[in-house]
């Protein structure tokens, strides 16, 4: 596209007609249940209508956000249904579900895998309407999740086959698994509205515990399709769904005391004002993504078209909406005019427009509230000193925002520390490396760095103090989260425990043990319970 502006980015919105058939949603989708107590209960109450960030055209030209559907608006009454039957499911350890085999539990999530894969279509186009995420990037989140869920089964097997033995030492016996730790409040983020949600759903209904689950604010009715699969794939009780504010109701629900881990994707500031609500807080386990502001250093050696290629991904994919996107770029002085030149070009070519659009990159925001947000991080850097470098960087109609490229940015300004989460694309220069060390070393985040450069000599002089202040340094590459059998962490305010395929499965249990003396009738007592299968803890099986 030549020339960017508001009249350019309106056109691009289409009218209902224009929406291909394809593309387009059956009918809008007014969810009026709630799946509590392995019930899917009516809701007669207020409800919250779905606008999509994709806007249509009217007849008189205008655009405006469509309505796709609606979803329960409840309070903390029905909080209180979810948790409750949370709890009855969990029964203190002597339910159903947490004294399951490993294999059964399996059993019922390969069961649950295969109802959600019937919904595969209708899912991936609630995600493309609801955040306004391409149509290839929902069916990656999708395939990528059911990927995610099938290692995470695999890696379970191997955990527990991995302690099917009895471990004996110093005269004693033992047997030690790893088990559920209770209740768990699950709430996942919109930008990654399944695959994040299900990176800590999943290990933590294999594991054993039961689930109140909370929908983020954009990405709701895409868990919808899968009601039905949650009820009829396991126990009544195990998962519970509530449908209501985020502050009325988690805040309440932690109050209680019957939440024994909170599992969130959020801010760094509602995590710390949500834990201080639990009566108990050292009883309450966390298993928190939080805010990152991943920088990016690039040195004056470094591939020039592939680090403008990885930074550009890296700061743009899912319109920078990642927590791992590249959110600061630290540039060597000596070639920052030439990056910021071939950065912009390449800019140039991306395409803007609807997520159904082959090879679109540039998509509509979820509200426009946050193309205000953008439009006042811009403002304030230019009232500061930088400037917008790229032609029409800003721009913006309704809920569609073209990427802005904000150079010079420095300590003052809202986008070098804030995380803009959004397609701004701040710069800053740097003489003496030990700037850009100093700019990670002092950030309040500490997720993911990038590197670019080819000196392995200053590269691994930078490798050795980044290490302590994130959690992964990538080389010549954007930041991600996969392989998903990586670790995935956090330092400072970005993160509280690890995720990964085999690290989330511990991160929702504990090990338990069983201990005997190292005697005759206690070899016979064990013996006796693993030939009868007395206990499901106590054996030693062995799961294919």
């Keep these: 596209m030549s020339t960017i502006d508001f009249e350019s980015l309106q056109k691009l919105f289409p009218s209902t007609d224009e929406v291909p058939v394809e593309a387009r949603l059956s ?73 399951m085999t490993v294999a059964q539990r399996i059993g019922c999530m390969q069961d649950f895998i295969k109802r ?50 009895f471990v ?58 899968l009601l039905e699969a949650f009820r009829d794939a ?7 769904t509530i449908y209501a504010p985020g502050a009325v109701v988690v805040p309440h629900m932690l109050a209680s005391g019957k939440i024994n881990v909170l599992a969130l994707i959020g801010s760094s500031k509602v995590a710390d004002h949500l834990k201080k609500q639990h009566p108990k807080s050292h009883r309450l386990r966390a298993i928190l993504g939080l805010d990152a502001k991943n920088a990016a250093i690039i040195l004056p050696d470094a591939d020039l078209e592939l680090t403008v290629k990885e930074c550009l991904l ?29 950065f912009t070009e390449e800019l140039a070519k991306l395409k803007v427009g609807m997520p159904w659009e082959h090879g679109v ?42 990427p802005a490229v904000v150079y010079p940015v420095s300590e003052g300004m809202m986008l070098y520390r804030e995380e803009q989460f959004g397609p701004i694309i701040p710069v800053a220069p740097f003489d003496d490396v030990e700037t850009a060390l100093e700019y990670v070393t002092a950030s309040d985040h500490g997720q993911q760095v990038s590197i670019f450069g080819s000196d392995p000599t200053q590269i691994g ?58 005697t005759d009738n206690s070899k016979a007592l064990l013996e006796a319970i693993v030939i009868d299968r007395d206990s499901k803890f106590v054996n030693t099986g062995f799961i294919l």
């Design 361 to 402: 990159s540039i998509t509509p925001l979820p509200g426009m509230h946050r193309t205000a947000y953008m439009t006042e991080a811009i403002d304030d850097a230019k009232a500061k000193g930088a400037g917008v470098v790229n032609n029409s960087g800003g721009v913006f109609c309704k809920t569609l925002f073209y």
């Design 27 to 99: 009918s809008p989708i007014h969810q009026r249940v709630s799946l509590v107590d392995g019930e899917l209960r009516p809701w007669v109450g207020t409800c919250k209508t779905v606008l999509s960030p994709v806007c249509v055209r009217q007849p008189d030209g205008e655009v405006q956000q469509l309505a796709i559907g609606s979803y329960p608006v409840m309070g903390e009454l029905e909080s209180d249904a979810a948790l409750d039957a949370a709890v009855r499911a969990y029964d203190a350890g002597r339910g159903e579900w947490p004294t």
């Design 461 to 518: 002089a930078l490798v050795d103090p980044l290490v302590n202040q994130v959690c992964r340094v990538n080389l010549n590459c954007q930041c991600q989260r996969g392989p998903d059998v990586f670790p995935f962490a956090g330092r400072k305010d970005s993160a509280e425990g690890t995720l990964s395929v085999t690290d989330a499965l511990r991160a929702f249990s504990i090990r338990s043990m069983v201990a005997a003396k190292q």
């Design 168 to 225: 004996i030492a110093e005269g004693t016996i033992g047997l030690i698994r790893r088990t559920p730790l209770g209740v768990v409040l699950c709430m996942g983020p919109y930008n990654y509205p399944l695959n994040e949600t299900f990176a800590t759903l999943i290990p933590a209904l294999l594991m054993g515990n039961t689930v109140v689950f909370k929908p983020p604010q954009y990405g709701t009715l895409l868990f919808y399709p």
């Design 234 to 240: 396991f126990p009544k009780g195990v998962i519970n």
């Design 314 to 342: 890296g700061a743009l994919s899912f319109n920078g909406q990642r927590c791992t996107a590249l959110k600061m770029l630290l540039v060597h002085r000596s070639i920052v005019e030439l990056f910021l030149k071939r």
């Design 116 to 165: 959600m894969v019937a919904q595969r279509a209708q899912i991936v186009n609630l995600i493309m309407w609801e955040i306004g995420k391409s149509l290839t990037d929902s069916q990656k989140e999708f395939d990528r999740t059911v990927t995610y869920m099938l290692a995470t089964i695999d890696a379970l097997k191997d955990l527990d086959n991995s302690n099917s033995r």
